[in-house]
């Protein structure tokens, strides 16, 4: 294994005013942006030198944070930071990069493990861009023998998140005379609904979720702001089909059913019985495939309109790169437009996946559509809540159950 090595670096700085604040990460911050991300290259920008390193960080537990500092800029611009690690054995540690959206929500930009850092054979690593005025950095878990110095900072002006069709638009509205290719997935439509979240300050906003159990919708945990008043499950929402509302709440106290780093989130129906004859849809925790065609079903908000369009679904070029597959994480080419996060990934009617969003590294350039899968979000399940994950329509349950869950 080659060991990652200082480099430095000798910049002449422009006169710029900024400040480096403590942060206290006690709280686990909500995940927006967590796929699998490398960059060897610094973006371009305004670079500002920084310098600072780490004291040499000894092992601990690994969900304590080992060391952290922010980086904040007086104006809201996008910041990405450089990074190079020293370490002499490869221990269970990783590094977090966070920021705030613009719902003022701590989020969660990247993140590299050890096992990455071990791989970038001395170069420095560049972080994915944070959208805002300030930038955290934390170093978490078993780190040791490992220090982490600075490189630096980029500071640019460019919108990163974005949610578009990858390329040619193929959702496709259900119940229109163009939408023949949907056929195969009219037996799942009902189960997917629009979800209508409103709170105090933003007012209504919408995200696509979908029955995964009698009482029960996964979604998205991005989708739920602060100050929300109340969420709405909007099923049947489509062309020529009576609208049937649903009241949703969030599990209250320290939830077990939502997952921040994950990004997901169980929902609870609180009035099962107006849909009885809505199914649930199945779960396929083993069965996530590169290359494989696949399906979604969502409520997208459609260009040049405000309020969530009718149920759309696309079955065409709808796939995940084989080379783009992580452990837990995804990119997949299936169309999406804003409202689409929570929207199903289906591979012959069961679920392997979630979208939760996309990203790009300029405006124009095509965008990556991201999504958690099934496997993890069960995974978590195994370890903090058996009584849900027992109610969830599985594929081969009980096996999964006995092969994953039960401790040796």
């Known amino acids: 294994m080659k060991l990652v090595r200082n480099i430095n670096v000798f910049v002449r700085i422009a006169a710029i005013i900024f400040v480096f604040t403590p942060v206290n990460f006690s709280k686990a911050a909500e995940t927006f942006d967590t796929r699998p991300h490398f960059s060897t290259a610094p973006p371009s920008g305004n670079f500002f030198f920084d310098g600072r390193a780490s004291p040499p960080l000894k092992a601990g537990d690994p969900n304590e944070e080992a060391w952290s500092f ?12 450089g990074l190079n690690f020293e370490f002499s054995t490869i221990e269970k540690w990783h590094v977090e990069i966070s920021g705030l959206d613009k719902y003022e929500n701590e ?65 496709k509205a259900f119940g229109t005379e163009n939408a023949q290719e949907l056929q195969s997935l009219l037996p799942y439509s009902d189960s997917v609904t629009l979800l209508i979240f409103t709170t105090k300050k933003r007012g209504r906003y919408p995200c696509t979720g979908f029955r995964v159990a009698v009482e029960w ?36 106290g320290k939830s077990k059913k939502i997952n921040r780093d994950l990004d997901f989130a169980f929902l609870k129906l609180l009035a099962p019985g107006k849909i009885s004859n809505t199914m649930s849809l199945k779960l396929a925790p083993s069965k996530i495939k590169a290359n494989k065609k696949l399906a979604s079903i969502q409520h997208p ?48 009617g069961e679920v392997v996946g979630m979208h939760l969003n996309s990203w790009s590294e300029t405006p124009d350039a095509v965008p990556l559509n991201y999504g958690v899968t099934v496997f993890e979000v069960l995974k978590h399940l195994c370890r903090r809540d058996m009584e849900l994950l027992a109610s969830l329509n599985v594929s081969e349950k009980d096996k999964w159950i006995k092969n994953h869950c039960t401790k040796s």
């Open 70 to 81: 922010a980086i904040t800029y007086p104006k809201k611009e996008s910041i990405s930071v």
């Open 107 to 171: 989020v969660i930009y990247d993140t590299i493990t050890a096992e990455d850092a071990a791989s970038l054979g001395g170069q420095q690593w560049w972080s994915r861009p944070v959208n805002g005025a300030t930038l955290w950095v934390r170093v978490r878990g078993n780190a040791g023998n490992l220090s982490v110095s600075v490189v630096g900072y980029y500071v640019f002006n460019k919108p990163l998140r974005v949610e578009r069709p990858v390329g040619e638009d193929d959702l």
């Open 217 to 252: 919708i996964l979604t998205a945990n991005h989708c739920l702001k602060k100050n929300l008043v109340s969420i709405q499950a909007e099923f049947f929402f489509e062309n020529d089909k009576s609208v049937v509302t649903v009241p949703v709440r969030i599990p209250t």
């Open 301 to 348: 908000v459609m260009p040049g309109t405000s309020a969530p369009a009718f149920k759309h679904g696309v079955a065409r070029d709808c796939y995940i790169d084989e080379k783009q597959t992580f452990p837990g994480w995804f990119y997949h080419h299936c169309d999406t437009y804003p409202g689409s996060s929570g929207s199903p990934i289906l591979d012959d």
